[in-house]
């Protein structure tokens, strides 16, 4: 037996990224564009670095709050109240190593081994991956693409529920497709998950990135405080924090205790001079927020434009989030098709097969970035379709 033979099966099952391997594959080709991840091309403003560095300079080094600096968890507060209107006490959130933690930790404490989790696919591939090494059994259900877009047919979830269902995990608006749920979907998701005693994990990550002028429609524009529904939140997106992974878990008051135990049993916390840079990202951060919206949204029209003149692109304009999720005419191998596109026009895109069920005969680009890179990315795309 080999040792990989005696790594617990979970673990050894978790899939490699398609989207790492084609960035992999690609990362140091000269002149290439890279749209395959989900970041802009912005350093983290000065604005933000300035105060963890001056954290770091005040000796902020030491062992902190499992929860996040009371500083902090207030200006998250204050997040909501100025973008969701809502009031919350800063004892309702917990600080985590990027977004990726909280929502380990909302899988941690609704589902276990042999349970079930439903998740709306296409979609971002780790909730899947971070359910399965729990032991959680990720189950899909397909949003539908019609000519207006995607869209979520309820009555599927509700379908797919079994005795074993623990959790809904709802990505709105989402990666990769844009899907954007208004506010009667989400109710009709929370009337279900009501009736059939369900948590809902919530990321709303991208809610300001929402093209119609404001941010999307919320599960906080319509939960009562005793639902159960748990938000999972990142600094990476709004603040273009990607590197510095540090995010955040809104829950109820009387879960504090039992999330502050699962940090101190993973990260143990996350390091004080970098949740300085969290209080300004959000205390002086919404005009550099507004300025990505405007750049994305702009960036998107340039993309979409490009591709549809092709006339062998089939998509969806996106109403939220910044990706593109497309499909070529002819393209019968997403991923040997991204690592085409590397070789023959170097654009780095990720295949649609790295976003679960639902993403074969796909391609995914994130056209987060200046918009010269964005307008000559697209035009080599377009050259790479017009030659299929």
Known sequence: MSLLDAVRIEARSAPMSGIEAVANYG???AGLI????????????????????????DGETFYTWQ?????????????????????????????????????????????????????????WPNFAGAAGVAGVRPVPVLLDMTDNGWSCDVEKIAAAITPRTRAIFVNSPSNPTGWTADRETLQAILDLARRKNLWIIADEIYALFHYDGRRSASFMDIMDPEDRILFVNTFSKNWAMTGWRVGWLKTHPSLSRTFENLVQYSSSGVAQFMQR?????????????????????????????ILGETGKVRFSVPPGAFYLFFAVDGMKDAEAAAFDIVDKVAVGV?????????????????????LDQVEEASQRLARWIGEQ
């Open 27 to 29: 990362r140091d080709r």
């Open 34 to 57: 890279p749209l395959w991840s989900g970041e802009s091309d912005m350093p983290t403003p000065a604005f933000i670095s300035d105060a963890a560095a001056r954290g770091l300079a």
């Open 67 to 123: 929860a996040g600096i009371p500083e902090l968890r207030q200006a998250i507060a204050r997040y909501y109240q100025r973008h969701f209107g809502k009031s919350f006490g800063a004892n309702e959130f917990i600080v985590t190593i990027g977004g990726m933690q909280a929502i380990t930790m909302a899988l941690q404490v609704t589902a276990g081994a042999g349970d079930e989790a439903i998740y709306l696919a296409p979609a």
């Open 277 to 305: 840079g969290g209080i300004a990202a959000l205390d002086e951060g919404d005009a550099f927020i507004a300025e990505q919206v405007e750049r994305a949204h702009k960036a998107r029209d340039i993309v979409c434009r």
């Open 350 to 370: 990720a295949p649609g097969t790295a976003f679960c069920a639902g993403g074969e005969g796909f391609l995914r680009l994130c056209f987060h970035r200046r």
